[in-house]
Nanobody
Framework: QVQPVESGGGLVQPGGSLRLSCLAS????????MGWYRQGPGKQRELVAQ???????QYADSVKGRFTISKDIDKNTVYLQMNNLKPEDTAVYYC?????????WGQGTQVTVSS
């Protein structure tokens, strides 16, 4: 398998929290870059959070202060902790890994924020 695998999506009320997981298909210490993207209904795909091999991270303005990206080397997993969720966060969330100059995409996990 060459795709990363996402999990953890679901339905949550506004103000709630979810943690998404991405199991990488290669060892994390060999992956140059991991990113979380999302695509909402009728919207273009956007980059929301990213983390580099040695730990630097960056976030889209829309999620700063609410989302945190992290990784666990032992579990070979990248996480996206999402707090204070808003309806506009509703989207399919995709994990991407950059390895050997090639982008590998997961199938996505649905996050729905609604009352």
């Amino acid at each position: 398998q060459v795709q990363p695998v996402e999990s953890g999506g679901g339905l949550v009320q506004p103000g709630g929290s979810l943690r998404l997981s991405c199991l990488a298909s290669e060892n994390l210490f060999t992956i140059d870059h991991m990113g979380w993207y999302r695509q909402g209904p009728g919207k273009q795909r956007e980059l929301v959070a990213q983390i580099w091999r040695y730990g630097s991270s960056q976030y889209a303005d829309s999620v700063k202060g609410r989302f945190t990206i992290s990784k666990d080397i032992d579990k070979n997993t990248v996480y996206l902790q999402m707090n204070n969720l808003k309806p506009e966060d509703t989207a399919v969330y995709y994990c991407n890994q950059l390895f050997g100059g090639v982008d590998y995409w997961g199938q996505g996990t649905q996050v729905t924020v609604s009352s």
